[in-house]
């Protein structure tokens, strides 16, 4: 079928655009229920304590950057926007496919993004996250704010997660593979191990049928065995607050590295653009604890961000869409059965 009016919405967090939308921006991220999940009466007030005590160290955070005291996602998101536009318009040529961004705590926010998608009146709409792996803290969070926000024409379908899509794994393994190649030309001889680092999320979560851990690990265990990596480990960075997380902790894989005497290549595995993670926490934050602790070389791949086979395989997953509705996987989902998984629940 062709000549369908196809809308692609990209899932995404969203980030401050300068100093002074920081602390709206904490607001909005600690007032979500899925972040929070606290009743509203206590979560309301709760996010309004955090967001304004951390504005002043977020700030100074987001101010190492090269973004005018904000974060570059939503400009790298654009990026790949773009990318995927015109992948898509060669992909689909008899369609007429326009892609829109959904940030889920700063702007374009969801509830602006769904009246320019029902003014676009689609035929077809294509939810897409930048989140490779499903979570309730980012996936699940941002499909239920779309449920709520939008009213507008076209089948819906979404696509849960793609943790094992080839060419995302794909080109996390090329850029992996380039860091290794500089430390082996730069630090000859040097044993170097790969340290995976995602995002993390406290274990209570995953107890309660999150499957981001299993995902994690999959793409993980994917991207090692495409780029042959003999010496590799898997960490989470990015706690916050007291209750446990998944670990080892990034901090704690550096320590390790430091103990047996061998350098690191950092993956950034869970994320897709460059953000205040992978600029600040990772390239300056855990490169100063590593100096420190004498682990040399301190590398770190980048993001995917339009790298050629990821925008092959968002593309590849919005195509593989279009045959249905509901949520489901784009390639080999989750490999057990767990309670958040929206493709489990409708398979039930």
């Known amino acids: 079928m062709s000549g369908r009016r196809i809308?692609?919405?990209l899932f995404n967090l969203g980030g401050p655009d300068d100093a002074a939308s920081v602390r709206p921006f904490l607001f909005n991220l600690f007032n979500d229920p899925a972040i929070i999940g606290l009743p509203g009466f206590a979560r309301t007030p709760l996010a309004k304590l955090i967001s304004s005590r951390r504005e002043?160290?977020?700030?100074?955070?987001?101010?190492?950057?090269?973004a005018g005291g904000g974060s570059p996602l939503k400009a790298e998101t654009r990026k790949q926007m773009a990318a995927l536009d015109a992948r898509l318009a060669e992909a689909l040529p008899g369609d007429e496919v326009k892609s829109f961004i959904a940030m889920r705590y700063w702007h374009p926010l969801t509830d602006q993004t769904a009246i320019e998608v029902a003014g676009f009146g689609p035929d077809e709409v294509v939810l897409l996250p930048l989140y490779p792996q499903f979570s309730t803290t980012t996936t699940a969070s941002s499909l239920k704010a779309w449920k709520a926000a939008y009213a507008g024409s076209g089948r819906s379908r979404a696509v849960c997660c793609y943790p094992r899509a080839a060419g995302w794994v794909e080109a996390?393994?090329?850029l992996i593979r380039e860091k290794l190649a500089e430390a082996e030309r730069d630090y000859p001889g040097r044993r170097v191990r790969v340290l995976f680092s995602a995002h993390g999320i406290p274990e209570k979560l995953v107890a309660k049928g999150d499957p981001y851990q299993e995902q994690v690990e999959a793409t993980v265990a994917a991207v090692a065995q495409a780029a042959n990596l003999t010496d590799w480990s898997l960490c989470y960075q990015s706690r916050v607050g007291p209750m446990k997380w998944l670990g080892p902790s990034t901090p704690e894989g550096i320590q390790t590295a430091a103990t047996d005497?061998?350098?690191?290549v950092v993956a950034p595995i869970a994320f897709v653009s460059?953000?205040?993670e992978t600029l600040v926490e990772l390239d300056i934050e855990y490169r100063h604890l590593a100096e420190g602790l004498g682990v040399s070389p301190y590398l770190r791949s980048a993001t995917v961000g339009v790298a050629g086979p990821f925008?092959?395989?968002l593309t590849g997953a919005v195509a593989d869409a279009l045959g249905r509705t509901g949520s489901a996987p784009y390639g080999p989902g989750c490999q057990a059965r767990h309670k958040a998984c929206p493709f489990q629940a409708e398979a039930a």
Not at 56 to 66: F, W
């Open 172 to 174: 996390q393994a090329d």
């Open 274 to 276: 460059e953000h205040i």
């Open 261 to 264: 005497g061998i350098g690191v």
């Open 56 to 66: 002043k160290s977020a700030q100074a955070n987001y101010a190492m950057m090269d």
């Open 311 to 313: 925008i092959e395989a």
């Open 7 to 9: 809308a692609v919405v």
